[in-house]
């Protein structure tokens, strides 16, 4: 099983849609979580940390649901520039280096 | 921008010759860390380093060395390279004080033929 599991998708939805992406992760000691974001051929770019208690940025609304073990992203009012790869990430379980595990990324794409 | 440049940004080499890629930061962070990018695999830790000469690696480290012999500069070298290593190579940091978020430079293309 992997560490950070993802839908690849990719998502297809019109402007203006809502639209929602879950991640699960396997280490149940895992303390930080992040969406980043990624757009073709460029760094990835941290969008949101994502905290217990929920946390929205915008149109953007993260949500934790420790028991589950899953993260998830609503993008509401899509945009066309929202299009790109969104990445969870969760931090690992060592005494060094600051390490995060990614998932491989769910692919959205928004149209006219 | 988190200040990090990365070079050169992209590369073609040949098989079983050596190659070092740069990472290079401005702001004095301590922890920078090395990562490939290939589809179906998402980013994997190659080395990470925390501070100038502690480095240690990461999940795929094997055919990889690095150096931090100052704290602005972290290089990653392939002694050999391999098609394997073809990738995309991306640099990242974390600022003093903010956990675990990493920021990215913006990659090296390589492609070993």
């Known amino acids: 099983r992997k560490e950070v599991e993802q839908d690849p998708g990719p998502f297809n939805v019109p402007e203006g849609a809502t639209v929602a992406f879950n991640c699960t992760y396997s280490n149940s000691a895992s303390q930080s979580f992040f969406w980043y974001r990624q757009d073709c051929r460029k760094e990835p770019k941290l969008l949101m940390s994502v905290y217990s208690s929920g946390n929205e940025d915008g149109r953007f609304t993260a949500q934790l649901n420790r028991a589950s073990q899953y993260i998830s992203l609503l993008i509401r009012d899509s945009k066309l520039s929202d299009s790109a790869t969104y990445l969870c990430?969760?931090?690992?379980?060592?005494?060094?280096?600051?390490?995060?595990?990614f998932g491989g990324g769910t692919r959205l794409m928004v149209k006219p | 921008d988190a200040g990090i440049t990365q070079s050169p940004r992209h590369k073609v080499t040949e098989t079983g010759t050596p190659v070092t890629l740069r990472c290079h930061q401005t702001?004095?962070?301590?922890?920078m860390y090395w990562y490939r990018q290939d589809p179906g695999h998402g980013l994997r830790l190659i080395h990470y380093?925390?501070?100038?000469?502690?480095?240690d690696k990461g999940e795929v480290s094997d055919g990889y060395s690095v150096s931090r012999s100052k704290t602005e500069d972290f290089l990653l070298t392939l002694e050999s390279a391999t098609s394997s290593q073809t990738s995309v190579y991306f640099c990242?940091?974390?600022?003093?004080?903010?956990?675990?978020?990493?920021?990215f430079g913006p990659g090296t293309r390589l492609t070993v033929l």
């Open positions: 990430v969760v931090n690992g379980n060592n005494n060094a280096g600051n390490m995060l595990t």
């Open positions: 702001e004095n962070h301590r922890y």
């Open positions: 380093s925390y501070g100038v000469k502690d480095t």
């Open positions: 990242a940091i974390t600022p003093a004080g903010q956990g675990f978020e990493q920021f």
